[in-house]
């Protein structure tokens, strides 16, 4: 499956072997020992190391849930007639497909993918940047595609990558595609990263945006086995980043119904929470005694 896909998550490998994902993890691990492929949170790549990057099609078949959730819960931070930038990604494609609801928008976009679901929006206006076409994620890049985005102003960017981490802030696997992002992240006035909990702790080739300027993580929840990610998500707060969860449980209602939220502390300095967050206690409040315990390892071991 990962030679024919490029990528595959433990979910949908479980799914199709019809055993548990914990005899899958182990597998793959045995399976990375021999070369085989490399692990991924939540998944597995053919091997490659820092330079590789998968294509949308790969990209697709990752997190699909988590991506859903993840869009749900971004869209309700877009209001009627913002004027707001979306990067190329898999997750900001599901994005776009919510954002076509909102009446009065402007979507300034790099991404053919984004701009295809909102082409029929009513109200929707999308403007496209220059440049040269990126096959592998069906994105605008290149100085054509920077060179139209200068003097541009925007409330919002929501952009994704390839990795996250508090260190290093946001970062991909490609140059072309981070010089865009940076400039992308140029125009707008507050910097929304989309990234699942399978991108936490990982750092690729170039970094796109610095974690200094995220203003907010749209991320879901980790599995509690997921240590790195849950001490990444820590970190990210800690450095000022305002966080917000979502419930990765698909939902057959549809898009109608809202994603859970929730948030970790972190503010920056100056600036107030964000409407919709809540404090890291009125969270813990709400947490059983698994995830009380949780939080109070992940405390102690801060300390």
């Not at 985005?149 to 919002?156: D, I, M, P």
């Not at 996250?164 to 125009?187: F, H, I, K």
């Not at 974690?211 to 879901?220: G, K, P, S, Y």
Request: net charge neutral.
């Amino acid at each position: 499956m990962v030679r024919a896909n490029g990528a595959v998550s433990l979910r949908e490998l479980a799914r199709v072997v019809q055993t548990s994902e914990v005899t899958v993890r182990r597998d793959v691990r045995a399976l990375e020992a021999e070369g085989l492929l490399d692990r991924r949170h939540g998944g597995a790549v053919l091997p490659g190391g820092f330079t590789r990057e998968s294509g949308f099609p790969q990209k697709s078949h990752l997190a699909t849930a988590e991506k859903t959730a993840i869009a749900d819960l971004a869209a309700n931070f877009v209001e009627e007639g913002e004027a707001i930038v979306v990067g190329a990604g898999t997750t900001t494609q599901e994005l776009a497909r919510r954002l076509a609801r909102i009446p009065g928008l402007t979507v300034v976009t790099n991404s053919l993918l984004v701009a295809q679901a909102l082409a029929h929006a009513n109200r929707v206006e999308v403007v496209m940047t220059g440049g040269t076409l990126r096959g592998s994620n069906y994105a605008l890049v290149g100085s054509g595609a920077e060179q139209s985005l200068q003097g541009l102003r925007v409330s919002r960017a929501f952009i994704s990558g390839s990795g996250l981490t508090a260190e290093r802030g946001l970062s991909t696997s490609n140059m072309l595609s981070a010089s865009v992002d940076r400039a992308l992240v140029q125009a707008a006035a507050e910097v929304v990263v989309l990234a699942d909990h399978t991108k936490l702790g990982t750092d690729t080739m170039f970094q796109t945006v610095p974690t200094e300027v995220i203003t907010r993580l749209v991320t879901d929840d980790p599995p509690a086995h997921d240590d790195r990610a849950h001490t990444e998500l820590q970190a990210l707060a800690d450095q000022g980043v305002q966080i917000a969860v979502a419930g990765a449980t698909g939902n057959p209602g549809g898009d109608e119904v809202p994603a859970r939220r929730r948030a970790l502390p972190g503010p920056r300095r100056g600036q107030a929470p964000a409407p919709g967050l809540r404090s890291a206690a009125a969270v813990l409040g709400e947490q059983g005694p698994a995830e009380r315990e949780r939080a109070r390892v992940a405390d102690l071991r801060r300390r």
